[in-house]
């Protein structure tokens, strides 16, 4: 049963338009949410968190806003850049759980086009 | 989907011993494998690139000797924490690299150094 999903394995945006990618949650434990970005071959990089006391986090280019009574978060990025291009993770975690791991969701491919 | 597991999934030890943790990808090859270490609430950070046959490429920051890790085979990679000490308690996760863009991760692993 997966807990954190992210039901669009890809995502295509035309260069300087917005990306919005989506992550559901079905845990209600989750009170800490992450964005990793990957690019092939290499580990995924932190990107940017969101508290569960928040609904909206923002850094540069990049803002993530959490709905929890909709179990829901997404991350936009404005204005897409050619070098967004990546895999990006949503990741949860229950912080007052037993152990620190995080629950990630199976990624979704950005393409910017130029 | 490909599977990763870790071993032990938690593990309390002595200050000075040495601890070994295995990642093994159980149905697919994985040339290369990524050690990863978080800390409460904090993102995950990459300690070392691990490649099949060839040695470890290090994070800057990341001691060499402190951190040993062996992948002798396309399945099973193992990160060895030398002499540890309380310091080192953390949770340490691996993912394993199936094609150029897809990596998975395996459950982590959670030390404890008394």
């Known amino acids: 049963d997966q807990q954190v999903k992210q039901n669009s394995p890809s995502l295509s945006v035309q260069e300087g338009r917005i990306s919005i990618l989506n992550c559901d949650y079905t845990?209600?434990?989750?009170?800490?949410f992450l964005w990793y970005k990957k690019y092939p071959a290499e580990g995924p990089t932190f990107l940017i968190s969101?508290?569960?006391?928040?609904d909206k986090n923002e850094d540069g280019r990049f803002t993530v806003f959490l709905n929890k009574s909709a179990k829901h978060l997404s991350l936009h990025i404005v204005p897409s850049q050619p070098g967004d291009s990546a895999v990006y993770f949503c990741?949860?975690?229950?912080?007052?759980?037993?152990?620190?791991?995080?629950?990630f969701g199976k990624g979704t491919h950005l393409i910017i086009q130029p | 989907g490909a599977v990763v597991s870790q071993h032990p999934s938690w593990v309390i030890c002595k200050s000075g011993t040495s601890v070994k943790i295995e990642c093994r990808s159980l149905d697919f090859q994985a040339t290369t494998m990524f050690w990863y270490r978080q800390f409460p609430k904090q993102s995950l950070m990459l300690m070392a690139t691990s490649n099949e046959g060839s040695k470890a490429t290090y994070e800057q920051g990341v001691e060499k000797d402190k951190f040993l890790i062996n992948h002798a085979s396309l399945t099973l990679s193992t990160l060895t924490v030398t002499s540890a000490h309380p310091e080192d308690s953390s949770f340490y996760i691996c993912s394993a690299s199936l094609l150029r863009d897809e990596q998975f991760f395996g459950p982590g692993t959670r030390l404890t150094v008394l």
């Open positions: 969101i508290s569960s006391i928040k």
């Open positions: 990741a949860a975690l229950d912080s007052g759980g037993g152990a620190d791991g995080l629950t």
């Open positions: 845990n209600s434990m989750f009170d800490y």
